[in-house]
């Protein structure tokens, strides 16, 4: 029987190559007079703002611009950003760049509204009323954060992610311009790339997945796969670009309604402790947790296999869908992303520690195709840091 669902995204959705041009026009629909970009200090070193304030002074829109956010950004930056912009009168935030500057203005967007503090925010639906308006430009193809009601930060304190999660943090309007990362370099594409294949993947394998989500995470597999080496190793390719930012996009909107599992649960603490980017973190686990979830669901696997681009005609549906997890390694080791937890850092007298955080987030592993304890998941990071035999029957 199937339950009753909600499928949430932006209020409208802009994409498309030069789409950014429309920004001046859809500050207008939402009556915006005294405009905030919150960006960070690469994007502004970029030149891409012009792309963004042009149409807004065309339109004779005031505007300031604050560089502020930081990489994977802890609640003292949304703390310390908050003092700057209130009450300066604005009515319209626009957030461009990658994930942290997205997630980052979803949130001022509320607290301007709300009378709390950020930290009282965090979990499931603890914001009381809608922010302001806002209009979220993404420069990188991967966190999605554009379509989703998630923002995730670090919290200093203990050191891991943690995630305020509401409808209000969706934004009234998404600008998707695939124009917009043709100078992303390498390493950020392929960390950002492969982040978004997670959330295609992690989506479509979830408890909660539906038929809606299905069909939007299969697409987004499908355009990713076919087009993160030609955006990686040839980034003006403007077709591989475009695939990459709808990609990211549809991953985005996937995620944002079946949500995501263990991959995401156990890189959590290493964001927290580590500071391994989230990008990085999810690729690196995806093999490895996926190695684990195969079975839950073999006729999924076969079919992401399928969307992938291999030819499994003759397999065993088993067969089939090791293909899939064969082909997820091997795209993530083609784009450069480190193979092993040793690479970023971790040792092995760590593991336990970070098993015992992960097992923690259960909102995340309550969504994930097969059940998880303390033991699996530690298990699963010692596969990741090269501990296991191919024999285990844990991880088969």
Request: aromatic share 4%.
């Amino acid at each position: 029987m199937m339950g009753i669902t909600y499928f949430r995204t932006a209020e409208t959705l802009i994409t498309g190559t030069g789409s950014i041009a429309q920004i001046g026009e859809q500050a207008k629909k939402l009556h915006a007079s005294r405009v905030i970009i919150i960006t960070d200090k690469i994007i502004r070193q970029t030149g891409l703002l012009s792309k963004v304030t042009e149409p807004l002074i065309s339109l004779n829109i005031e505007m300031d611009i604050i560089d502020d956010v930081i990489p994977e950004p802890p609640f003292e930056n949304l703390e310390q950003m908050i003092t700057k912009i209130e009450g300066k009168g604005y009515d319209l935030l626009i957030g461009v760049g990658g994930g942290s500057a997205l997630d980052i203005t979803k949130v001022l967007s509320v607290m301007l509204t709300n009378k709390k503090n950020v930290r009282d925010m965090i979990g499931i639906e603890n914001i009381g009323n809608p922010g302001l308006p806002t209009i979220l430009v993404p420069t990188t193809s991967g966190t999605g954060s554009e379509v989703t009601y998630n923002a995730i930060f670090t919290d200093t304190r203990d050191m891991v992610k943690k995630g305020i999660v509401s409808p209000y943090l969706l934004p009234n309007v998404a600008i998707v311009d695939a124009e917009l990362t043709l100078t992303v370099p390498p390493a950020v594409t392929a960390a950002t790339g492969m982040d978004a294949l997670v959330h295609a993947v992690e989506s479509y394998t979830a408890i909660r997945a539906d038929e809606l989500t299905d069909g939007i995470a299969l697409q987004a597999i499908k355009l990713i796969s076919r087009s993160l080496r030609k955006a990686v190793y040839n980034g003006r390719d403007i077709k591989a670009r475009e695939d990459m930012a709808m990609g990211s996009l549809l991953a985005g909107i996937s995620l944002g309604n079946a949500g995501v599992g263990a991959v995401h649960a156990l890189a959590y603490p290493l964001g927290g402790r580590f500071k391994v980017p989230h990008g990085v973190a999810n690729s690196l686990l995806l093999p490895f947790v996926m190695k684990y979830n195969v079975v839950a669901n073999l006729e999924k696997f076969s079919e992401i296999a399928k969307a992938m681009g291999e030819n499994i005609e003759g397999l065993s549906l088993r067969e089939a869908a090791d293909t899939a997890v064969t082909a997820l390694a091997q795209l993530s080791k083609d784009v450069g992303i480190p193979a092993s937890l040793k690479d970023v850092g971790v040792t092995s007298t760590d593991i336990p520690s970070l098993a015992e955080e992960a097992s923690k987030i259960d909102r995340l592993l309550n969504n994930n195709p097969r059940w998880l304890t303390v033991k699996e998941i530690k298990e699963i990071y010692e596969d990741a840091y090269g501990l296991v035999e191919e024999s285990s029957t844990v991880l088969v």
